[in-house]
């Protein structure tokens, strides 16, 4: 099933679902549409924090020319006890 998608915002969401022998988890992957030279404009408001910038989802080192890049984001959630 396609995920969702929000042209207006520049962004999409698919969730997968990882299930392993046992148990799962439940993984929300949200793609934003921006710039390679200034992606920290957009994910910081929302609170979330860059762990980096890639070239590709394996990893590697980014190239300038590349139309396509990968960042990485943490959202660190605080527990109400």
């Known amino acids: 099933m396609p995920g969702l998608r929000y042209d207006a915002e520049q962004v999409s ?12 988890s439940v993984h929300d992957e949200w793609t934003q549409y921006c710039s390679p030279r ?9 609170g979330l924090t860059i762990d980096g910038v890639f070239g590709d989802l394996t990893g590697t080192a980014p190239d300038p020319g590349d139309r396509q ?3 990485s984001l943490r959202r660190v959630v605080h ?3």
């Open 13 to 24: 969401l698919d969730r997968m679902t990882v299930v392993e022998e046992h148990g799962g």
């Open 38 to 46: 200034s992606p920290e404009r957009e994910p910081v408001p929302v």
């Open 69 to 71: 890049f990968a960042v």
């Open 79 to 81: 527990s109400s006890s």
